[in-house]
């Protein structure tokens, strides 16, 4: 079954440093989303992506955060100067449809941040 | 503002059925999903709910009904492996989902 890939599984980082999480969609997938789950929180939509570009923002995905596809395969969120607070699981995830109501989301097995 | 309430936590017995509740008010909806999230991995999809009733899969059911805007998904036999968390979300009229904070089902022997 195709699924959604995540690196790394967990990064440990200091506060004030850059990380890079990556996610391979599932390949005839072409909405992708990051989503972050503070540990024992809901989920939280940070972004959705399309045509090579942003179709959504949240509030949290504030200029701190960026997300690019710098081949055919990856979907990276930079996150530049992180804070305690980023502290989290970030999901992957993709659709092959976005607009439509019939979407559902394939979940990557997620990132888990520590920010110390 | 948008919200999707659910319980916090359910507790059931091996076997037996559960129900859990969700209640939303979006602006506006086109479709409501119900995941299934084990401690520390990611959502997994579950069902999904456009039209007022019920979809049956397996052990597993969901309903839906837009006037009251609520829905249920309906476990029935339940396995020590169904503990979870079951996570409510609504597609919004912008095809944005807003997650419930989910229900913690702890199963008993």
């Known amino acids: 079954e195709p699924e959604v890939t995540q690196t790394p599984s967990h990064q440990v980082t200091q506060m004030g440093q850059e990380v890079i999480l990556r996610c391979v969609p599932i390949?005839?997938?072409?909405?992708f989303y990051w989503y972050r789950q503070i540990l024992g929180q809901k989920v939280e939509f940070l972004v959705s992506?399309?045509?090579?570009?942003?179709?959504?923002k949240s509030e949290i995905f504030d200029d701190q955060f960026s997300v690019e596809r710098p081949d055919g395969s990856n979907f990276t969120l930079k996150i530049r100067s992180t804070k305690l607070e980023d502290s989290a699981m970030y999901f992957c995830?993709?659709?092959?449809?976005?607009?439509?109501?019939?979407?559902?989301?394939?979940f990557g097995a997620g990132s888990r941040l520590t920010v110390l | 503002g948008q919200n999707i309430d659910q319980p916090t936590e359910m507790t059931a017995t091996e076997g037996a059925i559960v129900q859990i509740n969700c209640t939303y008010q979006?602006?506006?909806?086109?479709?409501l999903f119900w995941y299934q999230q084990h401690a520390g991995e990611a959502p997994t999809f579950l069902s999904y709910?456009?039209l007022d009733g019920l979809e049956e899969k397996g052990r597993f059911s969901s309903f839906l009904s837009r006037s009251k805007g609520y829905s249920y998904l309906l476990l029935k036999e339940l396995q020590m492996k169904d503990s979870a968390s079951y996570l409510c979300?609504?597609?919004?009229?912008?095809?944005?989902?807003?997650w419930g904070a989910g229900t913690k089902l702890i199963i008993k022997p």
């Open positions: 995830a993709s659709s092959v449809a976005g607009g439509s109501g019939a979407n559902v989301l394939t």
């Open positions: 390949s005839n997938h072409l909405y």
């Open positions: 992506f399309y045509n090579n570009e942003i179709s959504e």
């Open positions: 979006t602006s506006g909806f086109n479709g």
């Open positions: 709910n456009v």
């Open positions: 979300a609504v597609m919004d009229s912008n095809y944005q989902l807003i």
